[in-house]
T-cell receptor, first 118, second 113 residues
């Protein structure tokens, strides 16, 4: 089954303790992206990657890191989490040719990771 | 960057009612997308619109690409409980990088059986 898998689904941590949220897709997609979802703000892009070893900042990259060493994986790293990073996080992927703009190649989202930083 | 504002922020309706929501931008968009997020899941693409004035349906859902290219509308007819969720509009950034979609603020829909 074609899917984007995020882990963990839920995570509670303390300020400053480094964490990684993993994301893996089995559709051979070139493009992958991370979003955070906050009430009233919708989905905001954190980082994206057009292909292996190619990453770029989205709209809210501060406090986050990513890496793209393999095509299928795109982990999100919080080196020193803070309470304002408490949010619902989504990983997504698509074919870079269509960029998620069409029915043939929509953005495929994972089921989300709910992060709480105390 | 560009922003997409959705209205209303939330709606609480009775089963069987029709629903209307909209999405507005301060800038022109060449493509409008509508996604739905079911509770506990990631968003899923419902409808894609590619030219001004276009009207597209997907079952009980109908979306329109506004003539000004700065807005889009989504209607749901005869709502049912499984319509519950958050609806997002989205569009590719215009005039800048084309590597990302801008998402709206979302409309939360609750349907009372």
């Amino acid at each position: 089954e074609a899917q984007v898998t995020q882990n963990p689904r839920y995570l509670i941590t303390v300020t400053g303790k480094k964490l990684t949220v993993t994301c893996s897709q089995n559709m051979n997609h070139e493009y992958m992206s991370w979003y955070r979802q906050d009430p009233g703000l919708g989905l905001r892009q954190i980082y994206y990657s057009m292909n292996v070893e190619v990453t770029d900042k989205g709209d809210v990259p501060e406090g986050y890191k990513v890496s793209r060493k393999e095509k299928r994986n795109f982990p999100l790293i919080l080196e020193s989490p803070s309470p304002n990073q408490t949010s619902l996080y989504f990983c997504a992927s698509t074919s870079s040719r269509e960029m998620g703009y069409s029915y043939n190649s929509p953005l495929h989202f994972g089921n989300g990771t709910r992060l709480t930083v105390t | 960057g560009q922003q997409l504002n959705q209205s209303p922020q939330s709606m609480f309706i009775q089963e069987g009612e029709d629903v209307s929501m909209n999405c507005t931008s301060s800038s022109i968009f060449n493509t409008w997308l509508w996604y739905k997020q079911d509770p506990g899941e990631g968003p899923v693409l419902l409808i894609a619109l590619y030219k001004a004035g276009e009207l597209t349906s997907n079952g009980r859902l109908t979306a329109q690409f506004g003539i000004t290219r700065k807005d889009s509308f989504l209607n749901i007819s005869a709502s049912i409980p499984s319509d519950v969720g958050i609806y997002f509009c989205a569009g590719p950034e215009y005039g800048g990088a084309t590597n990302k979609l801008i998402f709206g603020t979302g409309t939360l829909l609750a349907v009372q059986p």
